[in-house]
């Protein structure tokens, strides 16, 4: 287990509209707005994420996968995991698994019932036994048109039902050659989770999924990506206090691959991950959820 806390966050802090600061080569520029540090008084214990999209093919291969991937979980790592899969595969995913990870929906409708031809509501999957689900993941955001009003009211609607959010952020391509990173990142956190309190936190991780390096094979140096985790921790911090910040866990999603994530995990901000296409591979998701630490943590 990684062990965090905020040091001092500076008096100095300007507020929200420094989340817009401008960057260079998409780290913080230098004085734009405080760096947020941390010692030892939090712990963030790993999330080891899968999205499976939509896969597989039938619920036979669906079983025979999720069976495959419960096998690599050791009850004995102190590592959380979870399968976000297509609702039809819910059950057929959890009787697989047991008690050796969380399933979880890749979405959920912001309305509790009606004419919604094709949604599935919060307390429709509290009911099969679901606490968590993605929100605004960069293909509901592009394919799907959803926009931040309607990304905050999902997450809303889960946290009315006592139920957990993966709330997704991150740039485009020409975002990020523009150092538009942290600025985009800080629009769709804020709006994503307005209204919401410190408490409720709690039950919130974010990942931050580059949309340039999804399912592209390109992935984020490790270095790239943390100084954006730093920057979202910070604006966490804006947002809810240094406590808070200090608690959230933040995953890396975009082309994770067995050879990517130990380098990815040893970063002091980057407390998990989010994968498409290897968590299709039992082999594969099953070296990502045995990631091994490259250095100890201080």
Not at 38 to 43: A, D, K, N, P, Y
Not at 109 to 121: D, H, I, M, Y
Not at 172 to 178: F, G, I, V
Not at 242 to 263: C, F, H, K, N, Q
């Amino acid at each position: 287990m990684k062990t965090f806390s905020s040091a001092l966050f500076l008096a100095t802090c300007v507020g929200p509209a420094a989340s817009f600061a401008p960057l260079v080569g998409n780290a913080p520029v230098a004085g734009s707005r405080p760096a947020f540090s941390s010692t030892s008084l939090f712990e963030r214990k790993p999330f080891i994420t899968g999205n499976w999209k939509l896969n597989p093919t039938t619920r036979d291969e669906c079983s025979d996968l999720a069976a495959a991937i419960a096998k690599s979980v050791d009850a004995s790592k102190d590592v959380d995991v979870a399968l976000f899969v297509p609702s039809v595969f819910i059950k057929a995913t959890q009787d697989a698994v047991g008690d050796k990870l969380s399933v979880g929906a890749e979405t959920v409708c912001a309305q509790l019932k009606g004419a919604f031809t094709g949604e599935v509501s919060a307390p429709q999957l509290k009911s099969v036994g679901v606490e968590w689900a993605l929100a605004g993941h960069s293909e509901r955001r592009t394919v799907f048109h959803e926009v931040d009003s309607y990304i905050q009211s999902q997450v809303r609607r889960l946290m009315d039902e006592n139920m957990s959010v993966v709330i997704c952020i991150g740039e485009t391509l020409s975002e990020y050659e523009k150092g538009l990173a942290s600025a985009v990142c800080s629009t769709q956190l804020r709006k994503g989770l307005s209204g919401l309190t410190a408490e409720e936190m709690g039950r919130v991780v974010v990942a931050y999924e580059p949309v340039w390096a999804i399912g592209t094979g390109k992935v984020a140096t490790p270095e790239t990506a943390q100084s954006v985790h730093e920057s979202v921790r910070s604006i966490l911090s804006d947002m809810y206090g240094e406590s808070v910040a200090a608690e959230t866990r933040i995953l890396y999603g975009g082309s994770v691959t067995p050879e990517s994530v130990d380098e990815l995990m040893d970063q002091p901000d980057i407390d998990g991950v989010l994968v498409g296409g290897a968590s299709l591979d039992a082999e594969k998701f099953g070296r990502i959820i045995n990631f091994q630490p490259m250095k100890v943590a201080a």
